[in-house]
Antibody, heavy 117, light 107 residues
């Protein structure tokens, strides 16, 4: 069965970076785009960007360019997102999800990132 | 960016009620509209894709429809397990954008 298993919660200091992972199983990793979605506390969902594991091609929400870096490791079927220069505005839950022809049929469990000194 | 305006932002309904949630797109999105359900502390779950297609495993009491730039999610007979926040998503133009959400509560 399809699973997207994300890394654990992170507590990071302002100005630092955080890198989270999303390990895919149960399907051919290189056939699907992996998207990342932000959900601030009590708020709606924001699409950050996506990466196509087969080629490394990416598409980003302009709002997150310079903030988020997306990479993959095809050998382990894992997608990564690194967030840089963290501020309190980056405290949120971050989800990975996949897309092929239709969007977001499976989601990871989410990673809670807390930015605090 | 395409704005997705959901209404209402919250509503309460009784078990067995017919419930409709609406999303309006600021530009033409064709049928590139999906609906998601999110329960507290859980990841979103896709309910509808392509405006009208029921996602795998979703009960048949859920349905999606379109009238021009208005998209609707309807629950034909509300059950207690349907209490959640519902979001729409457009996926025709980058950046993909979600609606603000509709919180569905039990009356």
């Amino acid at each position: 069965q399809v699973k997207l298993l994300q890394s654990g919660a992170a507590l990071v200091k302002p100005g630092a970076s955080v890198k989270m992972s999303c390990k895919a199983s149960g399907y051919t990793f290189t056939d699907y785009w992996v998207s990342w979605v932000k959900q601030s506390h009590g708020k709606s969902l924001e699409w950050i960007g996506e990466i196509y594991p087969n080629s490394g091609a990416t598409n980003f929400n302009e709002k997150f360019k310079g903030k988020a870096t997306l990479t993959v490791d095809k050998s382990t079927s894992t997608a990564y997102m690194e967030l840089s220069r963290l501020t309190s505005e980056d405290s949120a839950i971050y989800y990975c999800t996949r897309e092929k022809i239709t969007p977001f049929d499976y989601w990871g469990q989410g990673v809670m990132v807390t930015v605090s000194s | 960016d395409i704005q997705m305006t959901q209404s209402p932002s919250s509503m309460s309904a009784s078990l067995g009620d017919r419930v409709t949630i609406t999303c309006r797109a600021s530009q033409d999105i064709g049928n590139y509209l999906s609906w998601f359900q999110q329960k507290p502390g859980k990841s979103p779950r896709r309910m509808i894709y392509g405006a009208t297609n029921l996602a795998a495993g979703v009960p048949s009491r859920f349905s999606g429809s379109r009238s021009g730039s208005d998209y609707s999610l309807t629950i034909s007979s509300l059950e207690s397990e349907d209490m959640a926040i519902y979001y729409c998503l457009q996926s025709i133009q980058y950046p993909w954008t979600f609606g603000g959400g509709t919180k569905l509560e039990l009356k």
